[in-house]
C-alpha cells in the first residue's frame, strides 16, 4: 500500500513509516519480488554508494482495485441494448479484422506450422495470455492460453472467443486443423487448442 501510495522507495524509509526495521522490510519485499509483485533498481543520490529502490511491478499494481472489466461489460451490454446485436456483432468484427491484419503480418516471415505457432504465443504472451506450446505423445501440436485478459469481455460475449479461434484457423492455414479443447469460460483452467495438419499421422 506504501509503494502504491507514495511510489518507489528504500526499505529503510518504508520500515520507518511502518514503525520496523529496515531489514525487516527488505525480508517481505524479497518475498514480494519473488512472487513477482515488486522489483527493485539502483540509484545514487549526491555522495555515497547508490540506494537500492523498491517499487510495484504491474502485477504488483494488478492486486488493487481496477474497474475496467466491469466498464467493459456494461459497455459491451449497453451497445446491445441501445444499439442491437448487429452493431455488437460490427463491433467484434472490427476488432477480429486488427487482430488478424496484426498477426498476419508477424506471421508472413514463419514458413512452417511450429514456428508459426511459437511466434503466434509470442504474440499472444504480449497482449496477456501467458501462451505456449507444446507438442504431444502422438506429434499434435497443443497451443495453450493459461490466461484470458478479456475474460469478462469473453464471459458477457463469446463472440470474442468464436472471433479468436477463427483467426487461429485462418492464419495457420487452409490444410491445418484447429480444434480447442479445454476453454476458460467452461470452467478449465486454461484455453487449449490442439493444431494439427489432417495427414500429420
Known amino acids: 500500500m506504501l509503494l502504491k501510495m507514495h511510489g518507489a522507495n528504500t526499505a529503510a524509509v518504508l ?3 511502518l514503525g520496523i526495521t529496515g531489514e525487516a522490510v527488505r525480508q517481505q519485499l524479497v518475498r514480494l519480488n519473488e512472487e513477482g509483485l515488486v522489483a527493485s533498481y539502483s540509484q545514487s543520490r549526491g555522495v555515497g554508494r547508490p540506494s537500492q529502490y523498491w517499487d510495484l511491478t504491474p502485477l504488483g499494481h494488478s492486486r488493487f482495485p481496477d474497474t475496467h472489466a466491469q466498464l467493459t ?26 487482430t488478424r491484419e496484426l498477426y498476419s503480418a508477424a506471421l508472413n516471415q514463419s514458413d512452417n506450422l511450429s514456428d508459426r505457432l511459437h511466434r503466434l504465443a509470442e504474440l499472444r504472451t504480449a497482449e496477456g495470455y501467458m501462451a505456449e506450446v507444446e507438442v504431444d505423445k502422438n506429434g499434435t501440436f497443443l497451443f495453450i492460453e493459461n490466461h484470458c485478459p478479456i475474460c469478462a469481455a469473453a464471459t458477457a460475449c463469446q463472440g470474442f472467443c468464436r472471433a479468436e479461434l477463427n483467426i487461429f484457423r485462418e492464419l495457420l492455414g487452409s490444410d491445418v486443423k484447429v ?23
Request: glycine fraction near 6%.
Open 179 to 201: 480444434e480447442r479443447e479445454e476453454y476458460i469460460l467452461s470452467g478449465d483452467r486454461r484455453c487449449t487448442y490442439s493444431v494439427q495438419r489432417p495427414d500429420a499421422h
Open 73 to 98: 461489460v456494461q459497455l459491451l451490454s449497453s451497445v446491445r441494448d441501445l444499439l442491437g446485436q448487429e452493431a455488437l456483432d460490427t463491433l467484434i468484427a472490427a476488432r477480429e479484422n486488427q
Open 15 to 17: 520500515g520507518k513509516k
